[in-house]
Each structure stands twice: as C-alpha cells, then as structure tokens.
Nanobody, 120 residues
Framework: QVQLVESGGGLVQAGGSLRLSCAAS????????MGWYRQAPGEQRELVAT???????NYADSVKGRFTISNDYAKNTVWLQMNSLRSEDTAVYYC??????????????WGQGTQVTVSS
C-alpha cells in the first residue's frame, strides 16, 4: 500500500507564492514519475508539472516560467514552487505517483488533494 500526503495549500493574493509538498510512503520500489495535477470547479483534472526519476520535467504551458517542480526521490518527496500566482490557478492540487512495484507492475497513486485559492 502506498500513501501520498500533500501539504502547503492555502489562500494567497494574486502575485503571491505558495510551495506544495508531497511525501510518498509505503511499498514503493522504483519511482518512474511524480507530479502535480489540478482540478478547478466544473473542469477536468489537468497536468501541472511532472518530474521523472532522471530529473526530466514537463510543465503545462500555463505555468511555465512561474512554477518549478523539484524532487528528492531518496525521500520519495516532490515539491511545487508556485510564483506569480493568478486567480486562474485556483484549484484543488493533487499529487501523483507513478511507480513500478517489486513484481514489475506499473502502479498509479493519487493524494487527497490540497486547495489553492488565489484572490484577485
């Protein structure tokens, strides 16, 4: 069993910053990718940023230059530094873990979500 614990969400004014953290625990054998997704009310869940075990990153166009994803896979942890926040960044942010188990199965897990609200 794998658990993801997110923290760092909250209320911030437009132009401000927040830093999200996600720590994974449990039977994690080999991390492929960790990342952040978000879902605004009435919208589909969308990719924000991901980072592979090799350090390759991928960002949504809407956050490039403002958000930075980083990781410490020795600690099964990923962070999302969010700067220059906009009202349209308001959403529930979910941590995602994609790993390969010791039996070779590729497994996908989600955190419970953390609310980010940006006031204009």
């Amino acid at each position: 069993q794998v658990q993801l614990v997110e923290s760092g969400g909250g209320l911030v004014q437009a132009g401000g910053s927040l830093r999200l953290s996600c720590a994974a625990s449990g039977s994690i054998f080999s991390i492929n990718t960790m990342g952040w997704y978000r879902q605004a009310p009435g919208e589909q869940r969308e990719l924000v940023a991901t980072i592979t075990s090799g350090g390759s990153t991928n960002y949504a166009d809407s956050v490039k230059g403002r958000f930075t994803i980083s990781n410490d896979y020795a600690k099964n942890t990923v962070w999302l530094q969010m700067n220059s926040l906009r009202s349209e960044d308001t959403a529930v942010y979910y941590c995602n873990l994609d790993h390969t188990s010791d039996l070779g199965w590729r497994m996908d897990y989600w955190g419970q979500g953390t609310q980010v609200t940006v006031s204009s």
